[in-house]
T-cell receptor, first 116, second 109 residues
Framework: DVKVTQSSRYLVKRTGEKVFLECVQD?????MFWYRQDPGLGLRLIYF???????EKGDIPEGYSVSREKKERFSLILESASTNQTSMYLC???????????????FGPGTRLTVT | KNEVEQSPQNLTAQEGEFITINCSYS?????LHWLQQHPGGGIVSLFM???GKKKHGRLIATINIQEKHSSLHITASHPRDSAVYIC???????????FGKGTKLTVNP
């Protein structure tokens, strides 16, 4: 079974703090994703990584950065947390498309971040 | 306009009822996913389909590529089916998913 784990289920931080959210997957997947989920807006892609040290901005990258130094680990960084970054953050991983095959994404349990 | 539209947004049913959740999309796709999210929980993939119909237990997913429409059906619904159901599409050669806003299903005993 694919396992995607996230470092915290709940996190409370103060405005202006630097916040690290960690995601680890154990299936040697090339692709990893960070999403945020807000009521009425659904899931939105923050950043995508398709290999170690490779990243691509998603739909809402402002205020966030990412790091992927090892294949199994993808970190989301809030450089200076703000109250509008209070949200549920979900990580996912998937194998790359190959030979026309499409694969499902495997999601972590989520981190509910509150910025006060 | 969102690329992926789901209806209804909220759905309340009595145990045993047949449930249908709809998803329409506006782009060419390579695959469509149905996902399930329980309260406070992570997201699990129910189906991934690019044509026709798939069945797993009491759940059935269909897709009509020409009409750009998919449906998720739940037969003999049960309170444990209460969750948010999310439709997501993967377009063209992209690795990324575009998500609908979800349908919150509540099944009462």
């Amino acid at each position: 079974d694919v396992k995607v784990t996230q470092s915290s289920r709940y996190l409370v931080k103060r405005t202006g703090e630097k916040v690290f959210l960690e995601c680890v997957q154990d299936m040697d997947h090339e692709n990893m994703f960070w999403y945020r989920q807000d009521p009425g807006l659904g899931l939105r892609l923050i950043y995508f990584s398709y290999d170690v040290k490779m990243k691509e901005k998603g739909d809402i990258p402002e205020g966030y950065s990412v790091s992927r130094e090892k294949k199994e680990r993808f970190s989301l960084i809030l450089e200076s947390a703000s109250t509008n970054q209070t949200s549920m953050y979900l990580c996912a991983s998937s194998p790359p498309r190959g030979g026309g095959a499409v694969h499902e994404q495997y999601f972590g349990p989520g981190t509910r971040l509150t910025v006060t | 306009k969102n690329e992926v539209e789901q209806s209804p947004q909220n759905l309340t049913a009595q145990e045993g009822e047949f449930i249908t959740i709809n998803c329409s999309y506006s782009v060419g796709i390579s695959a469509l996913h149905w996902l399930q999210q329980h309260p406070g929980g992570g997201i699990v993939s129910l189906f991934m389909l690019s044509s026709g119909k798939k069945k797993h237990g009491r759940l059935i997913a269909t897709i009509n590529i020409q009409e750009k429409h998919s449906s998720l059906h739940i037969t003999a619904s049960h309170p444990r089916d209460s969750a948010v159901y999310i439709c997501a599409v993967m377009s063209g050669g992209s690795e990324k998913l575009v998500f609908g806003k979800g349908t919150k299903l509540t099944v009462n005993p």
